[in-house]
């Protein structure tokens, strides 16, 4: 029996979704985009569902596009990579970055091409001490897309970004780390322990509210000020009115941990 390409575990509010192709380094073909797409699709629908985790199988986060099966189906034609950005890439990368609850990426091994991008659309990106990230692109003649020249600038600055996306060298977790492309590095044997007690945390949180927040920072690099403050204006007047604000004052008031429900 052909193993899934993408592996989906529900417990306590997270759903853990693991990239499942380790003898090609989770590299992405066209049954993982698929599978991505439906488990995305239900773990929006699904209220009970809280927070997302996102890691690999293996010894490797994600190898970017399986070239081989792009070879195999496009033979000696030239391919409409354009195409298949539309399709598929460009759509995961508005799912993971739109959905309304948070994802915490745990990159476990080396993130090449897409599989950078992958990483930089999740919310909060943990990475194994052994971790490494490199805009392989250049190296066979492409463009850094799903999104990598829309994060990289706003995440390392101009500088750091044109130089990794025409050189494509390798980049440390640790560098990364020191750049801003990753949250926070974590010894490789308590990577996704880690990874799991923060995506629980957060499963636990006010998730309407950072729902919300989510939106005003995605704005914030198209408007000026003066919107922003509009935003932030809108947003905190809808946060008011929920439940879990409500919870959280009397929570405070009365010295004790809040009991969030998300609504």
């Known amino acids: 029996?052909?193993?899934?390409?993408?592996?989906?575990?529900?417990?306590?509010?997270?759903?853990?979704?693991?990239?499942?192709?380790?003898?090609?380094?989770?590299?992405?073909?066209?049954?993982?985009?698929?599978?991505?797409?439906?488990?995305?699709?239900?773990?929006?629908?699904?209220?009970?569902?809280?927070?997302?985790?996102?890691?690999?199988?293996?010894?490797?986060?994600c190898a970017g596009q399986d070239l081989s099966e792009r070879l195999a189906r496009e033979g000696s034609d030239a391919p409409d990579l354009g195409d298949t950005l539309e399709r598929l890439y460009n759509p995961l990368v508005r799912s993971l970055r739109t959905l309304d609850k948070p994802v915490v990426c745990a990159v476990n091994g080396v993130a090449a091409g897409a599989g950078v991008s992958l990483a930089l659309a999740c919310d909060i990106v943990l990475a194994a001490r052994s971790a490494s990230f490199v805009l392989a692109f250049a190296r066979i003649g492409l463009v850094p897309d799903s999104g990598a020249t829309w994060f990289l600038p706003r995440l390392v600055g101009e500088a750091r970004a044109r130089a990794l996306a025409l050189l494509g060298e390798k980049v440390s977790a640790e560098q990364a780390c020191a750049w801003g492309l990753v949250w926070?590095?974590?010894?490789?044997?308590?990577?996704?322990?880690?990874?799991?007690?923060?995506?629980?945390?957060?499963?636990?949180?006010?998730?309407?509210?950072?729902?919300?927040?989510?939106?005003?920072?995605?704005?914030?690099?198209?408007?000026?000020?003066?919107?922003?403050?509009?935003?932030?204006?809108?947003?905190?007047?809808?946060?008011?009115q929920t439940a879990d604000y409500r919870e959280g004052v009397r929570a405070f008031l009365e010295k004790r941990p809040a009991r969030f429900e998300g609504r």
């Open 1 to 61: 029996m052909t193993e899934p390409a993408v592996l989906c575990a529900v417990e306590g509010g997270v759903a853990e979704l693991t990239l499942n192709r380790p003898d090609r380094l989770n590299a992405l073909d066209e049954a993982a985009h698929a599978a991505l797409a439906h488990h995305l699709a239900r773990i929006a629908a699904d209220s009970s569902i809280r927070a997302v985790l996102l890691t690999g199988a293996g010894r490797g986060f």
């Open 184 to 240: 926070k590095v974590v010894d490789d044997q308590r990577l996704l322990d880690e990874a799991r007690t923060l995506a629980r945390l957060l499963a636990t949180g006010p998730t309407r509210a950072f729902a919300l927040t989510k939106r005003a920072l995605a704005a914030t690099w198209d408007q000026p000020l003066d919107s922003q403050l509009a935003l932030e204006r809108d947003l905190q007047r809808e946060a008011g």
